[in-house]
């Protein structure tokens, strides 16, 4: 019985420290942010799992995409980010936490967890996300910051306002009153958000792709067919947009993750150079 629970600790170790190896391979990540990136927005790192017909969930039932290797990735990932944002409809649906679990024992007491914000336009969040009801069990996690347009329900914003949320209002919006991308990177930037990790959903990918604000690419590609009950993680994409500089590959147990950064017209190419050679500073331990 020892034997079996040894080999699994040795399992997540080997995990966590393939995961903290390939990220700190990554440009961009493990050293200060490129210059290429435009000062008063943070560097935006898109990330999401996909099966092998490009669909990131189903629409009857949640899906899990990742293997534990790819999962553990990614939640070292999300320490590396000042915040990481979701849309409503992926808190709606998933009722995700957004918080960095899976790290070495020791490292989770005193890991960075990133700022949860939820792009939100009308204050759907529901009152009883975990998202709300999380963050009162340890005072290391945040409570998000729904990011709203100028037309949402007062009376709901203050509901959410009391079961801990903090509504950061954008007036620059759409048509359909959804604040503009630019425009919310430009109001995290201004709160301090240097680094922002964007992990879905479906529609929320599509719009950040269609931005221009991605600096860096992260799929995890996992050996799954959906099939029609599929979301596919972008129906209608500006494909003439961006340019897509592959990286890295790497595989994590049955997955594969690739690493791209994006060179758009106005946001040239982050340095290379090699990342190898890179020191690897933001792991992220607040203390000691
Ligand atoms: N595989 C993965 O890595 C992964 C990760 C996350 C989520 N998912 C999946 O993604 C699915 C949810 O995707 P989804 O498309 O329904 O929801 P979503 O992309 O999470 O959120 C969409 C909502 O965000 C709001 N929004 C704010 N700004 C927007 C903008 N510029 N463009 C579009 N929407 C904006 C809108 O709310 P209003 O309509 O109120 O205006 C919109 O309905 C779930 O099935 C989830 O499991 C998969």
């Known amino acids: 019985m020892a034997a079996a629970t040894d080999s699994v600790s040795d399992a997540d170790a080997r995990a966590f420290a393939h995961a903290r190896d390939f990220l700190c391979r990554v440009p961009g990540l493990a050293a200060a ?9 943070p560097m935006v790192t898109l990330t999401f ?25 990614t939640h070292r990932l999300r320490t590396m980010h000042d915040a990481i944002l979701v849309g409503v409809g992926t808190v709606a649906f998933d009722d995700p936490q957004l918080t960095a679990r899976l790290l070495p024992p020791a490292e989770i007491a ?5 700022q949860p914000v939820v792009l939100d336009p009308h204050l759907r969040t529901p009152l ?26 007062r009376a709901r914003r203050a ?34 958000i240097a680094r922002l990790m964007v992990e ?38 500006d494909a003439s947009s961006p340019t897509i500089v592959p990286v890295l590959y790497e595989q994590f147990g049955r997955d594969v993750v690739m690493a791209a950064t994006l060179q758009h017209a106005r ?10 050679q890179q020191p690897c500073r933001r792991h992220v331990l607040d203390t000691p």
Request: proline share 8%; with cysteine.
């Open 200 to 237: 879905g959903g479906a529609r929320i990918i599509q719009a950040f792709l269609d931005s221009r604000l991605v600096d860096l690419l992260l799929v995890t590609v996992a050996p799954v067919l959906v099939g029609s009950a599929g979301v596919p993680a972008a129906t209608d994409v």
């Open 128 to 153: 009883g996300a975990r998202l709300l009801s999380g963050p009162r069990d340890s005072p290391r996690l945040r409570m998000p910051w729904l990011v709203a347009g100028p037309d949402h329900d």
């Open 49 to 73: 799992a996909q099966s092998l017909d490009g669909k990131i969930s189903r629409t009857d039932q949640r899906l899990l995409l990742s293997g534990s290797e790819s999962a553990a990735m």
């Open 33 to 41: 942010i490129p210059p290429s990136v435009p000062s008063g927005r």
């Open 110 to 114: 005193v890991a960075h967890h990133p």
């Open 267 to 276: 946001n040239p190419s982050l340095c290379m150079g090699d990342a190898r």
């Open 159 to 192: 509901e959410l306002e009391r079961c801990g949320a903090t509504v950061v209002v954008v007036d620059d919006c759409d048509a359909a009153g959804r604040p503009r991308l630019d425009a919310v990177a430009a109001e995290l930037h201004r709160r301090g």
